[in-house]
C-alpha cells in the first residue's frame, strides 16, 4: 500500500493486517473522509451458522461501524438457490426455499452480536438479495444487464480459471452467479446508496464485475475492498479442526469448544490473531504475541477470553477458562465441558469405547476411533484406552466419565438420571 490513507477505517485495516487490495484506495479514502459511507459484505446461506472464516470480515464490518459508517449485512436469499463457484473444485448442493430461510435464521444470530442495528445514521442494515432477485424476468434482465457483461472477460478471472484448469464442470448455473452478484450492488446501491463492496480475496472478480456494471447502467462511483484469504502458520485453512468446522452459533458448537480453539492457536499465529480477531490495542496483540516459551500461552488464553466474549458474551468466556483450568491443571470435570448423555436403555447391551469417542464427537467414524486407540491418543478419566472394543455399561457410568483424544480435545460422558 503505497498511498497513506487518512480515514480511521482504512488506516485500522492496514495496521491490523485486514487490507489485501481496494479498486481506488485514494477515492475511497476521500469518500470516508467526506462522511458516513454504506458498505456491504454478502453472506450465501449455506449453513445454519456462520463459522471462524467468516470471522474476519464480521471484524471488518465492525470496525468499519466503530469508525461511523454504515454496515449492510446482505444474506444471500436469492444467490444460494444458484451458489457460488469461486475457486471451488464442485458446485454446491443446491437448497430449498425453507432450507434456505432457516439457516438465514440461524446465520442472523451471529451479526446481532458484532453490529448495532438501529435506525441511527451508522445504524447496521440487514437485507435479502431474494428481495430483488427473486422477481426478475429472465429476458429482461437478460437485455438490460446480462449484455453488459463479456464472457470473454469472465473466463480470465482468476476464481473461474482454476475450475475450468481443473477441468471440473462449470454448470451454467453458476456462470450466471457473477453477474447477480455484480446487480446485487447495483441494487443496494440504487436502494441505501452503498458506495462500497467488501469481501474476501476470492471474491476480487465479483467485485470488480459489480462495479463495473454500477457504472455502465447507474453511472454511479463506487468502491470494491477485499481482505486476505488467511491459512494458519501450519497452512490449514483458517476455521477448520480435527473436528469440522468452527461454528459461531452455540448451538452448533459449545462456547467451550470454542474458546479451545484460540486456546490452542499456534504460537506463531498468537499475535497475528489478536490483531484480527480482537480490539486490544495494536501495540498490545504485539507484545503479546512476540512472548515466547509458557509466557505464549497467557497470551493465548487473552486471545481466546476475548474472541470468545465477542461471540458468546464475557460469561461464557469466564466458564470455558474456569472448565478448560479444572480439566487441565486439576484433572477434573468442567461444568462446561461438552457432554454425551445416554440413557440406560441405550447401554443395554452395552457401548464399545470406540462408539463412545465416535458419539462424543472425539472421532469422526469407528475407523478414526479405533486408529487413535491404536496409537495411544485416547484417554478416559485419565488412563489409556487400549482396547476399542471394551464394553461401557450403565454402571460405568455411576459417575461421569471423561474421554480424551490427544492432548487437548475432551468430552464427558454422563448417564441420563445419574
Known amino acids: ?126 437485507l435479502n438479495n431474494a428481495e430483488w432477485l427473486d422477481g426478475l424476468n429472465y429476458l429482461d434482465f437478460l437485455r438490460d444487464v446480462g449484455r453488459h457483461f463479456s464472457v470473454n472477460r469472465m473466463l480470465s478471472f482468476e476464481s473461474v480459471k482454476s475450475r475450468l484448469d481443473r477441468e471440473q464442470s462449470l454448470s451454467f448455473l453458476e456462470f450466471n452467479y457473477m453477474i447477480l452478484q455484480a446487480y446485487d450492488f447495483v441494487e443496494i446501491f440504487r436502494r441505501h446508496g452503498c458506495l462500497l463492496q467488501m469481501g474476501g480475496s476470492d471474491q476480487w472478480g465479483n467485485i470488480v464485475n459489480g462495479i463495473d456494471l454500477a457504472r455502465r447502467i447507474a453511472d454511479a462511483e463506487i468502491f470494491g475492498l477485499t481482505t486476505p484469504l488467511l491459512t494458519t502458520s501450519d497452512g490449514r485453512k483458517m476455521g ?72 458468546h458474551g464475557a460469561d461464557a468466556a469466564a466458564t470455558a477458562e474456569a472448565t478448560a483450568r479444572d480439566v487441565f491443571e486439576k484433572g477434573g470435570l468442567g461444568d462446561d465441558l461438552p457432554t454425551l448423555t445416554l440413557s440406560a436403555a441405550e447401554l443395554a447391551d452395552g457401548m464399545s469405547m470406540a462408539q463412545l469417542f465416535v458419539r462424543s464427537g472425539l472421532a469422526k467414524s469407528g475407523k478414526d476411533a479405533k486408529r487413535l486407540i491404536l496409537e495411544g491418543g485416547a484417554r478416559a478419566n485419565d488412563a489409556l484406552v487400549t482396547d476399542a472394543g471394551q464394553m461401557i455399561s450403565a454402571a460405568d457410568l455411576a459417575q461421569p466419565v471423561k474421554l480424551t483424544a490427544g492432548k487437548k480435545r475432551h468430552a464427558q460422558v454422563v448417564l441420563a438420571g445419574a
Open 240 to 311: 477448520k479442526s480435527q473436528g469440522g468446522a468452527i461454528w459461531l452459533n452455540a448451538d452448533m458448537l459449545s462456547p467451550y469448544e470454542f474458546w479451545q480453539f484460540w486456546r490452542n492457536t499456534t504460537d506463531a499465529d498468537v499475535g497475528r490473531f489478536l490483531k484480527l480477531y480482537t480490539e486490544l490495542p495494536v501495540e498490545e496483540c504485539d507484545r503479546l504475541g512476540a512472548l515466547e516459551g509458557s509466557d505464549i500461552n497467557a497470551a493465548k488464553v487473552i486471545l481466546a477470553n476475548e474472541v470468545t466474549t465477542l461471540c
Open 1 to 126: 500500500m503505497t498511498y497513506r490513507p487518512k480515514s480511521d477505517f482504512l488506516n485500522i485495516l492496514q495496521a491490523r493486517g485486514f487490507f489485501d487490495n481496494c479498486t481506488d484506495l485514494q477515492g475511497l479514502d476521500e469518500a470516508l473522509i467526506k462522511g458516513v459511507v454504506p458498505a456491504y459484505i454478502g453472506y450465501d446461506a449455506t449453513a445454519k451458522s456462520l463459522h471462524v472464516g467468516h470471522l474476519l470480515n464480521i471484524m471488518v464490518l465492525r470496525w468499519f461501524q466503530k469508525c461511523g459508517h454504515k454496515p449492510i449485512t446482505l444474506m444471500g436469499g436469492g444467490t444460494t438457490k444458484v451458489g457460488d463457484p469461486s475457486f471451488r473444485s464442485d458446485e454446491r448442493p443446491l437448497l430449498d426455499g425453507a432450507a434456505i430461510a432457516a439457516n438465514i435464521a440461524g446465520m442472523q444470530q451471529v451479526f446481532a452480536k458484532y453490529l448495532s442495528y438501529d435506525d441511527s445514521a451508522a445504524g447496521a442494515v440487514m
